[in-house]
């Protein structure tokens, strides 16, 4: 808890910094430093507080109020990293520095755009495809992770990716976790999910457990979702394996694979889903399995790429060792800020082909 509190106040004074760093910039561009400080302090104040405000205050108006501050706290980082670009190509060549300022400005303004239209666009679907002695048919699943509901216009853009998954008419749908978020309200956009014609099978991601995990299996009990909190559940000739969020529950890599080894199914196309991309060098080198993960987002927004890189080895996409693959989703909502810049949202359709 200690090392969430020094970061959260690192994060705050590296965030007030940005702010700052943006400031100075503009100051050369001609407008007064004092005037530029002032303006974006006030704002960086303004996008902090609608965070806090927002959870205690549920309405409409404070929702919208809470995602702009999100969607500048994006911007920020996004304007920060073209302009520490801007100085270093200055530092190379002397070009007249209003043309550099308003190259910057404006690029950072088209990301922004397109970013904010990459998360609240329709994800397409990335398509993975298996051959199996195990299985008596071909199955097709679906996988999701890091939804992130904490509003209702988040949620009626997640209704929209339910009925995309249903026209699909999978065997199942899987979700990997961070489902839910602080502000989660279930209408009737969400309630849809009770109606689907095939199972939902769900794993506890960390933000369940911000949420509070009991509230979250409460709902998850209230949408017919089958929870697989520790524990594994058959579909068909299938069997998945689902494990708390690791890092929450503090399991080691000893303890994850006495799991997954107390719940493998030999001679079943195994399929182990981990909210978090770890460990699996480790349990592919004792087991053959499809693992299914999320949680990094693909880092959502660059720079943080790098960041995320540093923190997991598994990052994005897939990873293969011995007869065992690994897909880590870039997820398909957005944490914070509503904007994904070189980190597309997906959503994962798993063809599984029987070869008897």
């Given at each position: ?66 995602t ?46 397109k ?8 994800p397409?679907?990335t398509k993975l ?40 008419n ?10 839910v ?8 956009n ?101 693992m ?15 960041l ?32 994904r ?16």
């Amino acid at each position: 808890m200690k090392k969430f509190i020094f970061l959260f106040i690192l994060l705050i004074f590296f965030y007030l910094y940005l702010h700052y760093y943006i400031a100075s910039f503009f100051s050369k561009a001609g407008i007064k430093k004092t005037f530029a400080i002032i303006s974006v302090y006030l704002i960086c104040t303004i996008s902090l507080l609608t965070l806090f405000i927002r959870h205690r205050l549920n309405n409409n108006f404070f929702e919208i109020l809470s995602t702009t501050g999100y969607i500048w706290m994006g911007y920020v980082v996004i304007l920060s990293f073209f302009i520490l670009i801007a100085n270093i190509t200055l530092k190379i060549h002397p070009f007249p520095f209003k043309n550099v300022f308003w190259i910057t400005f404006i690029t950072s303004i088209v990301i922004l755009i397109k970013s904010f239209y990459n998360a609240v666009t329709i994800p397409d679907f990335t398509k993975l495809s298996f051959e199996s002695k195990y299985v008596d048919k071909n199955y097709k699943l679906i996988f999701i992770s890091d939804i992130h509901l904490d509003s209702t216009y988040k949620n009626k853009l997640f209704s929209r990716v339910i009925d995309k998954i249903a026209n699909e008419n999978p065997d199942a749908l899987i979700i990997g976790g961070d489902f839910v978020d602080p502000g989660f309200v279930l209408d009737k956009n969400i309630k849809k999910l009770k109606d689907l014609r095939f199972p939902v099978f769900f794993v506890l991601g960390n933000h369940e457990y911000y949420y509070g995990a009991v509230r979250t299996e409460s709902i998850v009990k209230d949408l017919n979702f089958d929870l697989l909190k520790d524990r594994s559940d058959l579909l068909g000739r299938i069997n998945i394996i689902g494990i708390s969020d690791i890092r929450t529950e503090e399991l080691d890599k000893s303890k994850v694979i006495e799991f997954i080894g107390k719940n493998y199914k030999k001679d079943y196309f195994n399929i182990f889903v981990s909210h978090q991309p770890l460990y699996f060098k480790e349990i592919s080198d004792k087991y053959e399995l499809l693992m299914l993960s999320g949680h990094t987002h693909c880092g959502q927004i660059f720079p943080f790429h790098l960041l995320t890189r540093l923190g997991y080895k598994y990052f994005c996409g897939e990873y293969a060792n011995k007869n065992s693959l690994l897909y880590v989703s870039s997820g398909e909502g957005t944490w914070g800020p509503q904007l994904r810049f070189l980190a597309k949202p997906e959503i994962v359709l798993i063809n599984i082909k029987s070869t008897n």
